[in-house]
């Protein structure tokens, strides 16, 4: 594809992201994936604010306003970026105790980056303030960041009955997750920017135990690992967003590749290069050639993917159909794949990898994109499951901005 191609591509984003930024106003929520796309179409009272404590992707929306502004020059978007100020304060400074492991993703794309592209001393102590809160949920003992749960095993009052049946977000003592590297970047940030080894040290141990306990023989990834909560030596895999135990979460496998790229970039650990050629050699094994995985590569042929909660995805599944196929994809994964081997890449070539991301450049361009501006979704046919979600859409737009060479300020 040609560079004019993509600048098209990216430029139409940026219009949907700056759109978009409209139509959440002062009221950002975690907005859920939808099969249409049209996110806000939706009661807000029925959506998690910022400051509940499973909430975790509202800052996408604020990552893919900011780049716009980054590349268009939009300060209204920043604007709008800072009128959210309280709610990101009030959630690790108020109620710290309050939040999970995806802080990460919370702060990274929302206060460093705008840190990074505005220099606000203001964003810069919020994202150091949660790197102190995620950096706090390290258990020494098992040296991992636990997932979900609060560290006293309490539930806030907001909480709905159906999270306190959630064996995962109930009763996450010893728990660790894959996606979990993706929040790094936060912590190395911070021991960068503050000088203080503490989150440099909790970053590594976290990924030194993602590597040895999470990344098996053959070059697949399990979701979710339980070590023994007392001892903290390593008890079993588990798993909550692939098909099952054993299972190969395509999505995970991204989350895992990108975090190992971007630790590699900040430490220099020649194990955490090394665990990404592992991983990424399986997964182009069993990759679909045109880039787009299956949700779960180990998920049967007759069997849908996992349920995410819409009924609506779930009725549309027909055993029947054998396009049914075409519905377990995860577009997400292809996007977040491409952008972490970019990432790589911008250390050392790799012909395999080089090849996947144009592949993956080629084929989203060409079936998934929606770029029409009255759908605020971008990224169709995520999650296994036919829906847009703004995680996706997030990194469909890091990958085009990544393509054009503009500077990635997030990371
Ligand atoms: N929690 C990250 C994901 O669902 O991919």
């Given at each position: 594809m040609e560079n004019k191609e993509y600048r098209d591509i990216y430029e139409a984003m940026c219009r949907k992201a700056a759109l978009n930024a409209q139509r959440i106003g002062t009221d950002l929520r975690e907005f859920p994936g939808r099969m249409d796309g049209r996110y806000f179409d939706v009661d807000r009272n029925t959506l998690r604010p910022v400051e509940h404590i499973f909430c975790w992707t509202p800052s996408f929306f604020t990552g893919m306003a900011l780049m716009a502004a980054q590349h268009t020059g939009n300060l209204s978007l920043v604007r709008w970026v800072e009128s959210l100020y309280e709610k990101y304060r009030a959630k690790v400074?108020?109620?710290?105790?309050?939040?999970?492991?995806?802080l990460g993703f919370m702060y990274t794309l929302y206060s460093t980056l705008a840190y990074r592209l505005t220099g606000s001393d203001t964003m810069k102590e919020l994202s150091v303030r949660a790197a102190e809160v995620l950096a706090h949920r390290f258990v020494p003992n098992g040296r991992y960041i636990r997932a979900w749960g609060r560290m006293d095993d309490s539930l806030p009052d907001y909480i709905e009955e159906s999270l306190k049946q959630n064996n995962f977000f109930?009763?996450?003592?010893g728990l660790a997750i894959v996606d979990c590297m993706m929040n790094l970047p936060l912590l190395f940030w911070a021991g960068e920017t503050t000088k203080d080894k503490f989150f440099t040290n909790v970053a590594i141990a976290h990924a030194d135990t993602t590597l040895k306990n999470f990344i098996r023989e053959d070059g697949s990834v399990c979701h979710a690992y339980r070590f023994?909560?007392?001892?903290?030596e390593p008890a079993e895999e588990f798993n909550d967003c692939?098909?099952?135990?054993g299972s190969h979460w395509a999505r995970g496998t991204a989350w895992a590749v990108y975090g190992f790229a971007l630790a590699w970039r900040f430490t220099g650990l020649e194990r955490y290069r090394q665990a990404v050629l592992k991983l990424t050699g399986k997964y182009l094994e069993l990759c679909a050639p045109d880039g787009v995985p299956v949700w779960d590569f180990r998920l049967p042929e007759d069997k849908p993917a996992r349920h995410f909660g819409s009924q609506e995805t779930w009725e549309?599944?027909?055993?029947?159909?054998?396009?049914n196929r075409t519905l377990n994809v995860d577009s997400s994964a292809a996007a977040i794949m491409a952008c972490g081997m970019l990432e790589f890449l911008s250390k050392e070539e790799n012909e395999s990898m080089r090849q996947y991301v144009q592949t993956v450049a080629r084929t989203l361009a060409q079936q998934y994109l929606e770029l029409d501006p009255e759908c605020p979704g971008v990224l169709r046919q995520q999650n296994g499951n036919a829906t847009f979600a703004s995680f996706g859409d997030y990194f469909a737009m890091e990958l085009y901005a990544r393509l054009l060479n503009e500077p990635i300020l997030a990371w």
């Open positions: 400074f108020d109620t710290p105790a309050d939040t999970m492991h995806d109930a009763n996450s003592q023994d909560e007392i001892t903290g692939g098909y099952s135990v549309y599944w027909d055993i029947t159909n054998p396009a």
